[in-house]
């Protein structure tokens, strides 16, 4: 029997899509709650509790009964929302958390899903580890992308869709880093060049890849008019190249089941991140593009843990 499900939408796009994967592959009816926050969203979880402290006004408005047999939430600035949903149900509403809202807060979560590079040593039954993050990319919608993109995203074969993150925290995204992805995206001899941008990627690198960048045939800058093309290069290429700085880029460029290159120098990225990559090279969904020899040519096994998520949610009823 179907249940009812919140998504705790806010503006955390990686989030949002995170649990909308999740929602999908339930196959339950679900509502987006789109909540923004206010500045006392900086306060400690232990201090906002199970209670709205943190939403602005709009956001608490939406937040009333009836309430859902489940609220999907992600980020520590979302669970007291939850936390709040849950208290004002009796317990009857589950709370499924995606990554750690704090030690002292995962005894009021149903399940908290933690990715295996986060390396929790607990014995929680409630924590549930996934290689990877949840994601919406299924064959169903990359056919559908297919349709969509294919008469835009086309060209001499191979595409090679290029997608292109930016600087975190401590680690930026430098133009010799940018020299080095040219280089690498050279040496796999693509007939054709596919890329988007991400509003992390630095104005400098941008320019620099729309002029040095071999065959060229499209170039979405995050950002510009008209639709976000990203599922629709995921579809349409031949080989994927990710950088490493997004977890779930790298995860839905997985989940693709084809040939996917990572690229991801030291200096880029933090530990937590190159532990991550370790995972899906050792699971075969993605090699190193820096130390690869040649192309890459057969499919890789698909990433996408909201089906296990998905599963382990149904068998809370």
Known sequence: MSKTVWILADDRAGNVNQLLGVAEALKWPFECKNIRYNTYVRLPNIIRGASLIGLDAASQKQIQSPWPDVVLSAGRRSFPVARYIKKQSHGQTKIVQLMNPGSSQICYADVVVLPEHDQYRGHNPRIMTIAG????VTS????????????VLSGPQPIVSVIVGGATKNKPFTLDMAALLVRRVTALNPGTVCVTTSRRTPAEVVTFLKEQLPKVGFFYVFGDSGENPYFGLLACADILVVTGDSMSMCSECCATGK???LFAPDEMMSDKH?????????AGYAVNLETAISPVLQGNAFLNPAIQIAERIQSLF
């Open 133 to 136: 993050t949840p994601n919406r």
């Open 140 to 151: 169903a919608l990359l056919a559908q992308a297919r349709l969509k993109w294919q008469n």
């Open 259 to 261: 040939p996917v290159y």
């Open 274 to 282: 190159k532990r991550f990559h370790q995972t899906l090279y050792r």
